[in-house]
């Protein structure tokens, strides 16, 4: 008797329709300046995506950029 070919139960990941998130975070860092005596608190909204690249949400007030615009990090070096 001849077997039926098992189809997967899921699609691979194809690029063709675009990267998608597979997980995100939200983060927040304070850094005291000594001279100054002033705390400095940077956050952001970082999104991790199917092909493996990080990317993090930044808020541009630049004369050329403004708004909120996914920028992709430095990928990790795999040495």
């Not at 077997?3 to 927040?28: C, D, F, L």
């Not at 970082?46 to 007030?61: E, I, M, N, P, Y």
């Not at 996914?70 to 990790?76: A, E, G, H, P, S």
């Amino acid at each position: 008797m001849k077997e039926k070919p098992i189809k997967p139960t899921i699609k691979p990941v194809s690029m063709k329709h675009g990267r998608k998130i597979i997980q995100i975070a939200y983060g927040v860092s304070n850094a005291f300046e000594h001279t100054a005596g002033e705390m400095e608190t940077e956050s952001g909204l970082f999104a991790l995506c199917d092909d493996g690249s990080l990317w993090k949400l930044v808020c541009f007030d630049l004369p050329s950029r403004k708004g909120n615009e996914w920028v992709k990090l430095v990928d990790i070096p795999q040495d």
